[in-house]
């Protein structure tokens, strides 16, 4: 018998959804900052073995007042998931707190028909009796068929939780190649840990006016015979003065924003990288139709 199944994961920005994807794939699929809306597309990573293929979909936190057309598209990519899931995990943050009419509870009601499991995060920051009250209380909102407290970032009890999904998925065929470990390109993956590192090293509003495209992609070799990378991605923000920013005092900003984007390309691709970034402005691009397809926001 083999067993496959799309395994989606909601919840709310920051409480720990990419990091647990991460965790039970044992592969770095979604990028983990401690800023909230670090997720802003729906991304498949798929972990396979010979009785089973599970396809993970890491959404964007559920933003209850979104203010542009992109963090709309954001919440279209979490309403999504509902669509399509063989087995749901709503993760959240044990030190967050919810109404009853909440709209990720609503829409959580809702969904007949779909084994639900609630994971609690970030356990290692309470205590016992806190876990013990939680899960008291949130077996009395919703029809959980189990609830799985975690520590995502340690990989704590993560190994339990895949148990538990694997005992609910259904049999099924192989939807990709065994070796296939995600449904995005290179490019994509580029793209998004250059943001990474822009969302660690610049602050407030900064990171969230910023997108990242990789224009030129192009596998070579150094005259060692070295395999050699050579990428060109263009950092768009929505303003002038957010350009002086991202570049900083003769240019020292953005070259250490390269520095630290190479290296960590590096260690993804398993290749040497030259990376070169320029800096665009887009006025208004988190509202623009057009750009927002451009950077995949929209087909």
């Known amino acids: 018998m083999h067993k496959s199944g799309f395994i989606n994961i909601?919840?709310?920005?920051?409480?720990?959804?990419?990091?647990?994807?991460?965790?039970?794939?044992?592969?770095?699929?979604?990028?983990?900052?401690?800023?909230?809306?670090?997720?802003?597309?729906?991304?498949?990573?798929?972990?396979?073995?010979?009785d089973y293929q599970?396809?993970?979909?890491?959404?964007?936190?559920?933003?209850?007042?979104?203010?542009?057309?992109?963090?709309e598209q954001m919440n279209h990519f979490a309403h999504s998931t509902f669509e399509d899931a063989d087995v749901m995990l709503f993760v959240v943050d044990a030190n967050e707190t919810y109404s009853e009419n909440d709209p990720i509870l609503e829409r959580l009601r809702q969904a007949k028909g779909i084994p639900l499991f609630l994971v609690i995060n970030k356990i290692d920051t309470i205590d016992e009796?806190?876990?013990?009250?939680?899960?008291?209380?949130?077996?009395?909102?919703?029809p959980f068929k189990e609830i799985i407290p975690t520590a995502a970032l340690h990989k704590k009890n993560t190994e339990r939780l895949l148990k538990v999904i694997l005992d609910y998925t259904p049999e099924g065929p192989i939807y990709y190649p065994k070796d296939q470990i995600t449904d995005r390109s290179e490019r994509f993956f580029v793209s998004e840990i250059i943001r990474e590192k822009i969302l660690l090293l610049y602050h407030e509003e900064i990171p969230y006016s910023v997108e990242v495209m990789?224009?030129?992609?192009?596998?070579?070799?150094?005259?060692?015979?070295?395999?050699?990378?050579?990428?060109?991605?263009?950092?768009?923000?929505?303003?002038n003065s957010q350009k002086s920013i991202i570049i900083g005092k003769d240019g020292g900003t953005i070259k250490k924003l390269g520095t630290e984007a190479r290296k960590a390309i590096e260690t993804f691709l398993e290749k040497k990288v030259f990376l070169e970034l320029h800096v665009k402005v887009k006025d208004n691009w988190r509202d623009d139709d057009f750009l927002l397809k451009q950077f995949g926001y929209k087909n």
Do not use: C
């Open 10 to 50: 909601i919840g709310r920005p920051n409480v720990g959804k990419s990091t647990l994807m991460n965790a039970l794939l044992g592969e770095r699929m979604s990028i983990i900052t401690p800023k909230p809306q670090t997720t802003r597309h729906r991304i498949i990573g798929i972990l396979s073995d010979e």
């Open 54 to 71: 599970l396809v993970f979909s890491d959404t964007p936190g559920m933003i209850e007042k979104p203010i542009y057309k992109m963090q």
């Open 129 to 142: 009796g806190k876990l013990l009250q939680l899960i008291k209380s949130w077996n009395l909102r919703l």
């Open 214 to 239: 990789v224009e030129h992609f192009k596998e070579d070799t150094t005259k060692t015979g070295e395999a050699l990378v050579k990428i060109l991605a263009n950092i768009f923000v929505a303003r």
